[in-house]
């Protein structure tokens, strides 16, 4: 098994920047990509950015330029840098760990951003 701890969603105002995190832990023998997804009120799960074990990254439309996934493959931990944040970027965020052929998710974390 594997578990996953986010932290550091929060309310923000327009404008502002967040950093999240998500650690990995448990049975971990090779980790293929890490993730973030978002899910706002009436809305699909959505891709925010991903980050794989070579380094090579993806995001959105809607965050590039402004947010920066990056991954500590010795800690097992990936990160989300938002800056420039917009009301339209609030959601639960949720951490992605793809381990094999297998998904696991965190629990999610809210970001709020107030206009």
């Known amino acids: 098994q594997v578990q996953l701890v986010e932290s550091g969603g929060g309310l923000v105002q327009s404008g502002g920047s967040l950093r999240l995190s998500c650690a990995a832990s448990?049975?971990?023998?090779?980790?293929?990509?890490m993730g973030w997804y978002r899910q706002a009120p009436g809305k699909e799960r959505e891709l925010v950015a991903r980050?794989?074990?070579?380094?090579?990254?993806n995001y959105a439309d809607s965050v590039k330029g402004r947010f920066t996934i990056s991954r500590d493959n010795a800690q097992n931990t990936v990160y989300l840098q938002m800056n420039s944040l917009k009301p339209e970027d609030t959601a639960v965020y949720f951490c992605?760990?793809?381990?094999?052929?297998?998904?696991?998710w965190g629990q999610g974390t809210q970001v709020t951003v107030s206009s």
């Open positions: 992605k760990v793809e381990v094999g052929i297998v998904s696991y």
């Open positions: 980050i794989t074990s070579g380094g090579s990254t």
């Open positions: 448990g049975s971990i023998f090779s980790i293929n990509a």
